[in-house]
């Protein structure tokens, strides 16, 4: 039985804005380089072949709508009749209009403020008003089979400020899905709770890095969806053993020299992969550190994805994921 699986892909290496919690906002180095029309048919005629894939995420870090060629690759994305996922800071929306012309069946919009001067502190270099305008575009383009939802990222300083972003979500008839965002990739967490010296890049982060330490310890036991469920791809075809991780490190090797099996039974002893669910890691990486380490809705979600239910009803599927989604990301304040 096919295993299922969902693939990321880094389409490109850029993004036009400048999130400190981001590696490619931090312009750190990412191998890749742009993904060409082809690599992407080569992988997909792979994956598919070999596992059963839930869904395709055409972006890694990366803003997808700067490549041209991104419409053409949600359309071959249909092609093999799979689900696209997007994900913008939507500052720049020259190639949008194409890309919701191919009905990606979900576009994830990345904001942090109302106002420029909050909106600034994460998303430098990007312009909210520009973002607010090009928002009002996408509920005026975006077809039927879209759904498009805001993520707010929850900061020390944006919280006066989320009523308001809400408000205008709604109007738009947008879900608006507000998480307490953490220091990305999950290494720069580790290196904090070895030394015990803080991180500025995750200075705004509403639950402190060294504070989530505990909570992630306590919850190491926990399945890794990065581990079981998701294939990570570059540009030029090399698998990333971890889709958290952007680093010539993290590479493991052509996707065409090995078979997915052989890759998923191998990240169970890689060292990487041990040495970051011994501490927990991987729960900090899927920002489900302040989860309930025990709920009904949890053992739902275990259930589903050790029986591996995902892909096999699609409309079930699209909703587990937008509900997995929602509720496992840090919300409250309160509970930090």
């Not at 709604?170 to 999950?186: D, E, I, R």
């Not at 290494?187 to 909570?215: F, H, N, Y």
């Not at 926990?222 to 680093?247: E, P």
């Not at 970051?276 to 302040?290: D, E, F, I, N, P």
């Amino acid at each position: 039985m096919k295993s299922p699986i969902n693939v990321y892909l880094a389409t490109s290496t850029s993004c036009n804005v400048m999130c400190k919690t981001c590696p490619v906002g931090r312009k750190e180095a990412e191998p890749g380089g742009i993904m060409s029309i082809d690599m992407l048919r080569r992988i997909l005629t792979k994956c598919t072949d070999e596992a059963r894939v839930i869904g395709v995420q055409l972006y890694h870090y990366n803003e997808p709508l700067l490549l041209p060629q991104m419409a053409e690759m949600v359309r071959v994305c249909h092609e093999f009749k799979l689900p696209v996922f997007l994900s913008s800071n939507l500052v720049i929306f020259k190639n949008g209009p194409a890309v919701l012309a191919e009905a990606p069946e979900i576009l994830l919009i990345s904001v942090s403020g109302w106002t420029q001067a909050i909106y600034e502190r994460s998303h430098k270099g990007g312009d909210i008003e520009k973002v607010k305008a090009n928002m009002e575009e996408v509920a005026k383009l975006r077809k039927p089979g879209t759904h498009v939802q805001v993520s707010w990222h929850r900061y020390k300083y944006n919280e006066h400020e989320m009523p308001l972003m809400e408000a205008f979500s709604n109007k738009l008839g947008f879900t608006f899905v507000p998480y307490a965002t953490s220091l990305l990739p999950q290494d720069r967490a580790m290196r904090v709770w070895e030394t015990g010296i803080d991180d500025p890049s995750g200075e705004d982060v509403l639950l402190p890095v060294k504070a989530a330490k505990d909570l992630c310890y306590s919850r190491r036991h926990w399945d890794c969806l990065l581990q079981d469920q998701i294939v990570a791809v570059n540009g030029q075809g090399m698998l990333l053993n971890c889709s958290n991780r952007s680093d010539d490190e993290n590479l493991r090797g052509s996707l065409f020299d090995t078979t997915l099996p052989k890759f998923l039974k191998g990240r169970k002893v890689d060292p990487a992969c041990t040495k970051c669910r011994s501490v927990g890691a991987h729960v900090y990486s899927l920002q489900a550190y302040t989860r309930a380490e025990w709920s009904p809705v949890r053992l739902a979600e275990v259930a589903y994805r050790r029986l591996k239910l995902a892909g096999r009803f699609p409309a079930f599927t699209a909703w587990t994921n937008r509900t997995f989604y929602r509720i496992s990301r840090p919300q409250q304040k309160e509970t930090l």
